[in-house]
Structure formats: structure tokens, C-alpha cells
């Protein structure tokens, strides 16, 4: 769902959405980028000074950590944490999103 959508005088256009990562904790942002062969990226930042869990719509890996997580479980971040979440395809882990497109989603 697109919540808005401006033009940044530098970074040219960008969209607001509330898509299967919207509805964020209070001091919690997600970002996505798509990777070269396709696959969507997502950050996750925490920039409070508390431990807040995020619940991952579809089945993600942890690509610093290397911990799969399936669709459904909770992501803690630690006081100013940062994930890097790999949307997984379609496997026994997830039975959503293919993990594959371009963002936001």
C-alpha cells in the first residue's frame, strides 16, 4: 500500500509504503534494496535505547548474523541494532511472498 510518494531534490523520487513491513515499533525504521540478482533486501534499525522485536512477514535470513527466520517470528534488535534480512523464496520456511521483485514491498 503506498502511503506517499515525493520527489527529493537529490535522490530523485521515492515512495512511502506500508507493505507486508509496514506498521513499524515507534523508533524502528525498514529500508529495502534489491539485490543484482533480484531479490529484495530489507534493513531493519532500531534507534532507541530498548530492545524491540519486529515480527517478519515472510521467511528472512539474517545476513550478518546467518540465522534463517521463518514468516511469523520475532526479530530483536538491540538498543541502536541494525539487521540486514534477506527475503527467502518460496521454501518450507515461508508460504508468502517469493522474496524476489523490486521494493518497497
Not at 8 to 34: E, I, K, L, N
Not at 98 to 104: A, I, K, L, Q, Y
Request: charge should be positive.
Amino acid at each position: 500500500m503506498l502511503l506517499a510518494d515525493y520527489r527529493h531534490p537529490h535522490f530523485g523520487r521515492w515512495v512511502s509504503d506500508a507493505g507486508s513491513w509496514g506498521g513499524m515499533p515507534a523508533g524502528v525504521t525498514s529500508t529495502c534494496a534489491v539485490t543484482a540478482d533480484g531479490r529484495r533486501l530489507r534493513f531493519l534499525r532500531n534507534w532507541t535505547w530498548q530492545e524491540i522485536a519486529v515480527t517478519a512477514p515472510t521467511a528472512v535470513r539474517d545476513v550478518l548474523a546467518g540465522v534463517d527466520h521463518a514468516a511469523g517470528a520475532e526479530i530483536r534488535l538491540g538498543p541502536w541494532d541494525v539487521r540486514g534480512l534477506l527475503e527467502m523464496p518460496k521454501s518450507s520456511l515461508d508460504h508468502g511472498p517469493s522474496g524476489r521483485g523490486r521494493c518497497p514491498q
